[in-house]
């Protein structure tokens, strides 16, 4: 009779398990948090728009960066690096075999994106979200200010892109179709515009890199520059510049010294507009490269194998990686320029000198880029040094609205001569660095910008949108109605309704 | 009639002695008088004793040997040699939950005996597996000592990431991950099977689809105490090395490489990286500076078994101690191993017992076994020769980059190691990387094990709960110095680091069966219940940086850093919970017409409240011809069974919550001035809530049969149909979400045929034995989400060359998908002349010696749409034979495996690193007076995308045989062994992988990995030569 009881009691033990079982199949999500029981505070809308901003930044996991791909696809610099095989993405914008299945088209067209999808998640979100009004007001306009400039990037890049303003359900997500580039630019200039009332004028210090009026007035006057709508464009910079120089309403102005935008303790400075921000201390390695939020253009730019022979001569550059190395015929132009020592590392003479040595890597021209260089005495104190830069870039600074301006009112027709806008903008910019006034022409506007905006990512964008592309970089292989925009990742268009460029062999 | 006459016989005391055929006692052998119930078994000498009549009948039998009967003789003495059975049909299997005599199994089973791995140089159980049974795929991970094989049973079921077409491994009931499986120890096995048709898997239900494996450890056997020793000490070295370029030779080619992409008047400057290659002479030869040619390695293993009728006992004491062939200092492995396994059986209706097993290994593992990303093996290949291993040139080192802090000397003269000046990146020189690395481990602690309790209230009817656990303790501990090895490979802060983590899996099994016997008919029934709960893991680990220590043997926690220098960071893994009633009947009329019946229900926390539960059936029948009354007895077909299965079984292995979108946080931001992030959050994936199993249906049809006495013989055809495979498709880019949802995105099949044929016969004093198997397998996908024609989830990459592997509808799973090469342009006349239909120059950037890639879309460009599918990766067919001798004392085996029929990814050289090596077949590339190649010429730009698009070129045959195991073994004379007490003292010598065939030309064609035979550099399998020796007493 014992073993029956036994055999009994555990027959019982066991439908015992079998009756709770349903409930030990929900198990706790541990620290996961799923999407249905988020976005429910004012504090949770905020970590929602800091991923919006989060993109602004975004670097690849292979160092690629808006900046450093159409850097090496300018006359500035070559994509450089230890070897031609190098950094294989960025050699490809350097020497126009970037293809649809390349790297740089498939990290901006993803940057992008992403970009956009924070912002559409976001803004469909925060509607059930309970909160000061003003605030969310303020969110909203934030993301579709960011919205409005993933899109500028991305119509100026592929020019034939899906419009996608709300999150897209699985149940659809293969039937998204591309639209008119006008429709783009008129979502954008919508956005920006939208946004303005509801952003501040100018942000507190413990909040910058934020948007205000004066970032979104820039955005849309270079929106307007680029389709050449050239009134609007100069009355949005007239807004931003204010109505002398110095005298803007957010409070930009030029900063006396030239060399002092390029000290990377100096940020947001009265001349920053739109900013990308980084810091020393997110801790990046070599296993989360781009997830975090360091600077990897110090160690891109900086020298390879360099090494000080006399210490107290040398620079403190951090061996660095060749990237970027700026071309003779850049150097021979700014070489006896005042903006030269700030923007350009001469290796070249330092290594004649004998003060260092270092590696003539891939495309050496002896002059690299001085503006961003890591250093050691700029370097992070925690993670790899390499990594982790916390040098700013500028996205828009006062000098480029200044210039754009002067642009913009030349090419509607306005009154250039002393004592316009145009040229008091434009000679602002000169004086600051203490050359002489210059009449108000397209050759001097563009070698104005070309001198002053070095390695700040314009060049190319300026040599596209000026027509001057196809002479200005043949040397590098760019061939007209084909290089101005780069192909739709190749991923994009399996198994979807997107269709590539005809300038990249496709249809649309 | 026999009855009578044992009854009016008279009884006499009968005693005899039963021996292997070597004359080695065989204890527990049952003797039986035929027609009565009186019986007795052979004691720890072999001997027994029973009261039997002169004339009377004797039925001596021991499962795995041939039963004799033999005729009492007047006297009652009774000498008996027993022979090994060649029928094995009488053996008995395991199967999910029990066992099952071989001959009535209905499903496809294969097995592997303890007694066919004996003496074998095995660290990890899936090797024990390799060539020894039919429809498996396995090939080793990579040669680093102590790392896992790739394992598939009949093939791919899913598309999704690592691990999920992994079998499910059961040790002793316990279920244990594949990764997991490391801490057995092979002389402690007893049986493994593997359970290949839907009809044996249906019992593990929703985890069963991949294939199961059952793995049974010893027990103890009631009568004398078994004592065993076996142990084995050697040598291994690389079964090949490259044939690279010596530093003339890679002057030359650089030289060319050089030319071929620059000219004076349009780069301003030309100078020949090498001025007189020829002065170079031989070099650097770096692939002797990583690979040890004497690396050691050993086992031993010692048990001690015995028991009485209340109980029996196994235990065991095993170590293994190997050393890699390559970067040897961080590349080694060590694991001790105790096992104790009991029963007791107090009365007759109660027993309960343990299995537990507890293994500890260390390890050092190089880190980089199969990635072009560094690690010494990958760095050997590219190296220049030029430079030299240690620098001792007095002017190279007063400059850069020897100047520079931190570069890793010589331990042994202070000079620095050399610094290749040409080649970058992540590769270094493999001695300062070792450097790097020195003293660093991983380990862990792995306590695996059940423990069970048996009832049988009434006769035949058992209740049965069985508590299983797996505890494991891991982690790993490593010192990083300050370090300069390379530009992009530097270390500024030295720093300590250290994890522990931990795992505690268990599952409760509670099973009820019962048999019954009415006449002929025979049947069982089992119902069970069963909670499952694993990934129960979680992790802590630290790094200390600005360490004071200089070494890994100084390091330790003790050394407190600032504050700000002590990195902290942990982990909680989701747990996965399985929930599940099955039960199995099984009749049968007569051993003569069989039947199995299964079904089994599992729910998992993977999947939603929509599908949250899953339902497996599967039945299976089978018929003996053999037996039936019409069936003459005859020397061709002795045995015959025809057997036919479906089933259905599950998959669940994607990630846990992958049916809801999850929000993530790490989407950071930079606000103000503080340099710190701000914490941003975004979703993570899209949602399925609709997400449900993935099925596997599977149909099996297969015949067993002995042959002319001698033979055996098993075959089976199966096809194998994945429906719903489970999937994290990529989604489009321009969702912006971060992953898409998890799907069931498409259909896949699996098909193929198997053999197994064994052949035992014994020739005078020559016992010979052969085993072989082989399997075909077809892989297709049927079936993808609409609109959709192929996949590139899982697909493979290389540098910027982009997926080069992909998974379409009619294909198999990853084919390689890239350029068909059309040959080698030998002029610009013929470049210009290869145009579109629209007159478009098709290649303008190319040169004469540049690849002519096929315009297979037949339009103006050659792009991404002119790539096809170019081979498989799957091995179209594996097989393997062993070949067992014995004569007299002495005793041979030869055991080999191999595949065909598949492709090989050959990607040895890095595309970035442009001044690295080359292998010796870079000799025959092309230039303008070797035009007859399908090398193409060296650039250093690629304009033409050569090396930078994938095509053909890449890849290469894949098949393989290897001679695996060869072993000769002495068996000391009986008289000799006596004299110490020994049953047996065997000594061997033996040689792993003595001998490849193959044309492939890197390292090793046995590639494992999610996608297999991809090639980045593989840590090839070594040869060793070993001397081992066996006591039993």
Redesign the interface.
Same mark, same amino acid.
């Given at each position: 009779m014992k073993k029956n009881i036994l055999a009994i009691a555990a027959l019982l033990t066991a439908s015992q398990l079998i009756v709770s079982c349903q409930k030990q199949l929900d198990v706790n999500p541990r620290e996961r948090i799923l999407e249905t029981s988020y976005y429910q505070s004012q504090q949770q809308a905020f970590t929602g728009l800091v991923a919006v901003y989060d993109q602004l930044g975004n670097q690849s996991s292979g160092y690629l960066t808006k900046l450093n791909l159409f850097s090496s696809a300018s006359d500035d610099h070559f994509a450089g690096a230890d070897s031609p095989s190098d950094l294989g993405d960025m050699q490809a914008m350097n020497n126009y075999t970037v293809n649809s299945l390349s790297g740089a088209p498939s990290y901006l067209w993803s940057k992008g994106f992403t970009g956009v999808y924070r912002a559409n998640v976001l803004l469909k979100k925060i509607e059930g979200i309970t909160m000061d009004a003003s605030t969310k007001a303020r969110y909203i306009a934030e993301a579709r200010a960011l919205r409005a400039i993933f899109y500028f990037d991305l119509v100026r890049i592929f020019k034939n892109i899906p419009l996608i303003l709300v999150p897209i359900e699985p149940s659809g997500m293969f039937d998204v179709t591309q639209v008119a580039p006008a429709d783009v630019y008129k979502q954008i200039e919508t956005d920006l515009t939208d946004a303005l009332s509801a952003l501040p004028v100018t942000i507190p210090t413990a909040d910058a890199g934020r948007l205000n009026q004066g970032a979104v007035h820039a955005v849309l006057g270079k929106v307007y520059l680029w389709q050449e709508k050239w009134g609007p464009a100069a009355a949005e910079f007239a807004l931003v510049n204010g109505t002398a120089p110095g005298a803007s309403t957010y409070g930009y102005k030029l900063l006396p010294n030239f060399a002092d935008l390029w000290n990377w303790k100096n940020k947001f400075n009265s001349e920053s507009i739109l900013e990308l921000s980084y810091n020393t201390t997110s801790n990046m390695g070599w296993g989360n490269v781009g997830s975090r939020e360091g600077n990897v253009m110090g160690i891109l730019v900086g020298p390879r194998n360099y090494v000080p022979v006399i210490a107290s001569q040398a620079p403190d550059y951090v061996s660095g990686w060749s990237v970027m190395p700026i071309t003779k015929e850049l150097f021979d132009l700014i070489h006896y320029d005042p903006r030269n020592k700030p923007t350009v590392a001469n290796l070249d003479s330092l290594e004649k000198a004998g003060i260092v040595t270092y590696k003539h890597a891939n495309d050496n021209t002896g002059y690299f880029v001085e503006k961003y260089a890591g250093r050691v005495s700029t370097k992070a104190a925690v993670g790899q040094l390499e990594l982790n830069f916390g040098q700013n870039m500028y996205e828009i600074r006062l000098a480029d609205t200044y210039l754009m301006e002067a642009e913009a009112l030349l090419k509607s027709g306005a009154a250039v001569g002393a004592g316009t806008r145009a040229y008091i903008f434009l000679n602002a910019v000169r004086a600051r660095v203490g050359l002489n006034p210059v009449a108000v022409t397209m050759d001097n506007i563009m070698k104005e910008r070309r001198l002053e905006l070095v390695a700040e990512g314009q060049r190319w964008f300026d040599l596209v949108r000026w027509k001057l592309a196809p002479t200005k970089l043949a040397f590098k292989g760019f061939q007209a109605n084909k290089n101005e925009t780069l192909p739709i990742p190749q991923a994009e268009l399996n198994n979807t309704k997107i269709l590539q460029s005809k300038e990249w062999g496709g249809t649309k | 009639m026999a009855l009578p006459l044992a009854l009016l016989a008279q009884d006499i005391p009968v005693t005899g002695k039963v021996t292997e055929q070597n004359g080695a006692p065989l204890p527990g052998v049952t003797v039986k008088l035929d027609g009565t119930t009186k019986a007795a078994s052979t004691d720890a000498n072999g001997v027994f004793s029973i009261q039997a009549p002169v004339g009377g009948k004797l039925t001596i039998s021991l499962i795995g040997m041939a039963t004799q009967t033999v005729t009492v003789p007047a006297g009652g003495r009774i000498n008996v040699s027993l022979a090994a059975d060649s029928k094995d049909l009488t053996e008995v299997v395991v199967v999910g939950y029990g066992t099952q005599k071989k001959a009535l199994v209905t499903g496809s089973i294969s097995s592997v005996k303890a007694k066919d791995l004996e003496s074998m140089p095995i660290n990890r159980v899936e090797q024990a597996l390799q060539g020894r049974t039919s429809g498996l795929t396995i090939a080793s991970g990579n040669g680093q000592p102590g790392s896992a094989s790739t394992v598939r049973v009949r093939g791919f079921t899913s598309f999704a990431s690592s691990g999920n077409n992994d079998p499910l491994w059961v040790v002793d009931g316990v279920i244990v991950d594949n990764g997991g499986i490391g801490y057995l120890n092979q002389s402690d096995i007893e049986s493994i099977e593997v359970l290949k048709d839907a009809a044996s898997q249906a019992i593990y239900g929703a985890r069963a689809a991949n294939g199961v494996i059952i793995i049974s450890t010893k027990k103890g056997k009631e009568g004398r105490l078994s004592i065993n020793y076996n142990g084995f000490y050697g040598i291994q070295s690389p079964a090949k090395k490259l044939k690279l370029l010596n530093a003339s030779e890679y002057a030359a080619i650089r030289n060319e490489a050089y030319s071929n /992409?620059y000219n004076a008047a349009t780069d301003g400057t030309f100078t020949l990286p090498y001025a007189n290659p020829s002065s170079y002479g031989e070099g650097t030869d770096w692939q002797s500076v990583v690979f040890n040619d004497d690396a050691r390695r050993q086992t031993h293993e010692f048990s001690v078994s015995g028991g009485t009728n209340k109980s029996t006992f196994y235990t065991s004491f095993g170590y293994i101690d190997q050393e890699g062939i390559v970067a040897t200092p961080i590349s080694n492995f060590n694991r001790a191993n105790i096992r104790i396994n009991s029963t007791f059986k107090p009365a007759k209706?109660?027993s309960f017992g343990e299995n537990l097993g507890y293994s500890h290994s260390v390890n050092s593992s190089l880190g980089n076994t199969n990635s072009e990303f560094g690690g010494p093996l990958s760095s050997a290949i590219h190296l220049d020769p030029m430079t030299p291993v240690i620098q001792t040139d007095p002017t190279a080192i007063g400059?850069?980059?020897y100047?520079?802090a931190n570069i890793i000397r010589d331990p042994a003269t202070g000079f620095p190691y050399g610094i290749s000046?040409?080649v970058?990146?992540e590769m270094s020189n493999p001695l300062a990387y070792i450097q790097t690395r020195l003293g660093n481990y991983g380990w862990d602690h792995n306590i695996v094990g059940n423990a069970f309790l048996e009832?049988e209230?009434i006769q035949n009817l058992k209740?049965r /709960?069985s508590l299983g656990t797996k505890l494991a303790f891991y982690g790993s501990e490593s010192y990083t110095p300050l370090f300069w090895l390379s530009?992009?490979n +530097?270390n500024?802060?030295a720093n300590f680091y250290r994890e522990m983590n931990m795992t505690l899996n268990y599952n409760?099994e $509670?099973t009820?069966s019962y048999s019954k016997s009415f006449g002929k008919h025979h049947a069982y029934a089992i119902f069970g219940?069963g =909670?499952y709960m694993d990934n129960n893991n979680r992790g802590l680990n630290v790094r200390f $940086?600005n360490i004071i220590a200089q070494d890994f043997y100084q390091s330790n926690l003790n050394y407190k850093p600032a504050t700000?220098?002590i990195?902290g960071d942990g982990s909680?893994?989701?747990?996965?919970?399985v929930?599940s009633?099955f039960t199995r009947v099984t009749y049968d009329y007569d051993e003569k017409y069989l039947f199995t019946g299964i079904i089994r229900r599992d729910?998992? /926390?993977r999947f939603g409240t929509n599908n949250?539960f899953g339902y497996f059936p599967s039945a299976s029948i089978g018929w003996v011809p053999t037996k039936e009354a019409f069936w003459k007895e005859n020397n061709i077909v002795n045995f015959l069974k025809l057997r036919g299965s479906y089933g259905i079984t599950g998959n669940d292995a994607i990630g846990?919550?992958s049916y809801?979108?999850?929000?993530n946080?790490?989407? $950071? =931001? +930079?606000?103000?001035? +503080?340099?710190?992030?701000?914490?941003?959050?975004?979703?993570a994936a %899209? /949602?399925?809530p609709d997400l449900k199993w993935e099925e596997t249906h599977q149909t099996d049809i297969g015949l067993d049969a002995t042959l002319f006495n001698d033979f055996t013989l098993s075959a089976s055809y199966f096809k194998k149909k994945t429906i719903g495979v489970l999937q994290t498709p990529?989604?489009? %880019?321009? %969702?912006?979400?971060?992953g898409?949802?998890a799907?069931n995105v498409g259909d896949m099949q699996n098909t193929g045929i198997e053999f197994e044929l064994g052949y035992r016969k014994k020739i005078g004093e020559l016992n010979l034995g052969i085993n072989a198997n082989i399997s075909t397998l077809k892989n297709k996908v049927t079936k993808l989400?609409p609109?959709?024609?192929?996949i590139?989830d899982n697909a493979q990459s290389f540098?910027?060359?982009?997926n080069f592997t992909r998974t379409a509808i009619g294909r198999s799973f990853n084919e390689f998908y890239g350029y068909e090469v059309a040959g080698i342009f030998q002029s610009q006349a013929e470049i210009n002349a290869y145009k579109g239909p629209g007159g478009t120059v098709l290649q303008p950037?190319a040169k004469p010696g540049d690849i002519k890639f096929a315009n297979l879309d037949g339009?103006?460009?050659i792009?991404?749409s002119d790539r096809t599918y170019l081979g498989s990766p799957l091995p179209k067919y594996t097989y393997g034979i062993t070949i067992n001798l014995a004569y007299k004392n002495f005793d041979f085996v030869a055991f080999g495996n191999g595949v065909g029929g598949n492709m090989i990814f050959q990607g040895l050289r890095r595309?970035?690193?442009? =001044?690295g090596n080359w292998q010796q077949s870079i000799l025959d590339r092309w230039t303008p007076t070797n035009t007859s190649t399908d090398i193409p010429r060296v650039a250093?730009?690629? %304009?033409n995308?050569n090396y +930078?698009k994938f095509s053909k070129n890449y890849l290469e045959k894949g098949d393989y045989f290897r001679l695996k195991t060869l072993q000769v073994g002495y068996n000391l004379p009986g008289d000799v062994i006596k004299k110490i007490g020994a049953q047996k003292v065997r000594v061997y010598l033996m040689s792993e992988n003595l001998w490849t065939i193959t044309k492939y030309t890197g390292y090793d064609p046995e590639i494992g990995g999610t996608v297999l035979g991809i090639d980045r550099g593989i840590y090839p399998q070594a040869r060793s030569f070993m001397v081992g020796l066996n006591v039993g007493f």
């Open positions: - | /992409s209706w109660i400059k850069s980059p100047t520079i000046g040409p970058g990146q009832i209230p209740f /709960s530009p992009s +530097t500024t802060k409760w $509670n009820i219940q =909670y $940086n700000a220098d990195q909680d893994a989701t747990l996965h919970v929930n009633l729910g998992s /926390s949250r846990d919550f809801v979108s999850l929000v946080s790490g989407r $950071n =931001y +930079t606000f103000g001035t +503080t340099d710190v992030s701000t914490i941003g959050w975004s979703p %899209l /949602s399925n990529p989604i489009p %880019l321009y %969702l912006g979400a971060a898409g949802a799907e989400l609109g959709r024609e192929f590139e540098q910027g060359m982009g950037a339009n103006e460009t792009n991404g595309l970035d690193v442009t =001044y250093d730009k690629d %304009l995308g +930078t």
